[in-house]
């Protein structure tokens, strides 16, 4: 899923005088608390916005997909990490959003607002929702939102659904007739794996705890990162091979051709650590954040793959905020499906 | 596998001057260096030894098992770290197998020695052998040797399979008619997963690079242990609570019932160390390890079970140094199998 083209700046968010703010909305994980609300301003376009209509459309696409109400305005997303939950508040409270804000003074005599959220903290971060802002969490199950928003976004925006291949952005064509059942893999802290089979019909089947928790977890213990946009920039830099044994280190440079598998493919991660010879000062922090990125990307590609095959999927949708606006990991997810 | 009645301790080597050795054999991996000789001295019986006959056959199983040769004898196995490689090559000299030696004496006429040796260091390491010792290696397949071995011990060995569950050893009962197929896994630095149909017939059908050289060099990496015993000791220790994000951290103390998720389930493994209040230095180190252990052991339960489906094996035997006389985590790949 690309949420680039919704993706807001912090010193971007609309001007709550002259804005107004509907349908605020969240998600509070276990990492990030994800918070989406809609703008009807059309004198304030900010960059960055999206209008919330079907984009990139032709007719002919048009005409197979199902009919939706076409909104005119804006939909906004900010991100907060969980732990900092005081620091959404703020900002709920900044966009007026709260008992008092703009919203309530014209409806004076409305009820505490209620507000739509799914994800643990709904339940975690009710109190200090209800006692600073007066808003009342109003539970959505996590994965049936899940499921509903991914089944919109691919039913009815064109151009929504990608691959990454050698570095190479492709958009995956899909025949609305033919899109379910599939497999759709979202990586938040953990990963969850549901099988879909239609609108309001799936399953969680598998999932793993390695998931994007672990990179940023792991990756700041070995790296000392402050942040997780801090930690796959290192990445990037990185080289895994001064980390990872790779199947060439235990043969002497060879490959071993008789299981198929090549010199430069990774025996073990993180098996050069093993060194009695060097500490960890002696590693560079890219090259651990590499070799950290691409563990976690090959297993999750991995067991979704086989999962997918367990029930028959033949497409992996993978989504969630350890592989938005990521290219190299999308590309490794993508080759370890391809490898196994 | 059970190697622990194989086992020799270092100080109960057999003495080179009253004991003759014969077949010498070597496994040069990533990180272990294993090697086993096969002793023939009946007055010289060392505690930890083992006669290679086949032990505790009842009489009635022993009609259905196959006739093998017995041999009047000990095999005894000894381990170096493979980055060690000249420790290895000393205990050889001390051992007078080399050339030069006492076996070499009874038969002064005879070649260069070769001995059997498999792994990558084989390819690797083959030049100090002949250098320092004037041993050719006689390289063999390492699968081949891997699936003839289980093979072997599963249909020759009695209580040779068991498995862990709540910290209780339970052998299993293998009827020698229904042994086929079954998946191997071998868990070293890396994770090879072979499809065993029979006598020479397999398949290696999946693996991870999550493995045990994972768990020694990330394990070195984060808590700076001096080796892979003293790592393994220390997570026994530990809790992995303190580290890893369990579904009740995030949805405040709750299970998220409706699919099945219970609230001690780890939803992110090392997902707490993301927290912006603690560094490194205020995780205790055997709480690392134990997330570490529960980490690599879930993951390779989980893909073992999702290869096992895939291609209809009702059985799974893991063997390895990982997890070679280690309860705790054998327990933990039978609970995740058993999970999935």
Known sequence: MDQREFEIQPNSDPNPSTTHVYHLALDIGGSLNKLVYFTKDDDH???????????????????????HPVLKGKLNF???????I?????????????PGGSRQQENPGSQPISIKATGGGSYKYADPFKERLGINLDKEDEMDCLVAGANFLLEVVDREAYTYMGDQRQF??????DL??????NIGSGVSMIKVEGNGKFERVSGTSIGGGTFWGLGKLLTQCKSFDELLELSYQGNNKEVDMLVGDIYGGMDYAKIGLSST?????F??????????????????ARSLLRMI????GQISYLNALRFGLKRIFFGGFFIQRHPFTMDTLSVAVNFW
């Open 180 to 185: 379910y059942p599939y497999l759709l893999v």
């Open 78 to 84: 900010k991100k907060f990490e969980t732990s900092k």
């Open 265 to 269: 493919a990774i025996a073990s991660s």
């Open 45 to 67: 376009f900010v960059d960055g916005e999206a209008e919330i209509s079907p984009r990139n459309t032709s007719e002919k696409s048009k005409g197979s997909r199902r009919n």
């Open 271 to 288: 098996g050069k650590a093993m060194s009695d010879k060097k500490e960890r000062e002696d590693y560079r922090p890219e090259d651990m």
């Open 172 to 177: 995956v064509q899909i025949d609305q007739n």
């Open 86 to 98: 005081d620091d959404c508040i703020d900002f709920i409270k900044t966009m007026k959003l709260h």
């Open 297 to 300: 990307s090959n297993n999750i």
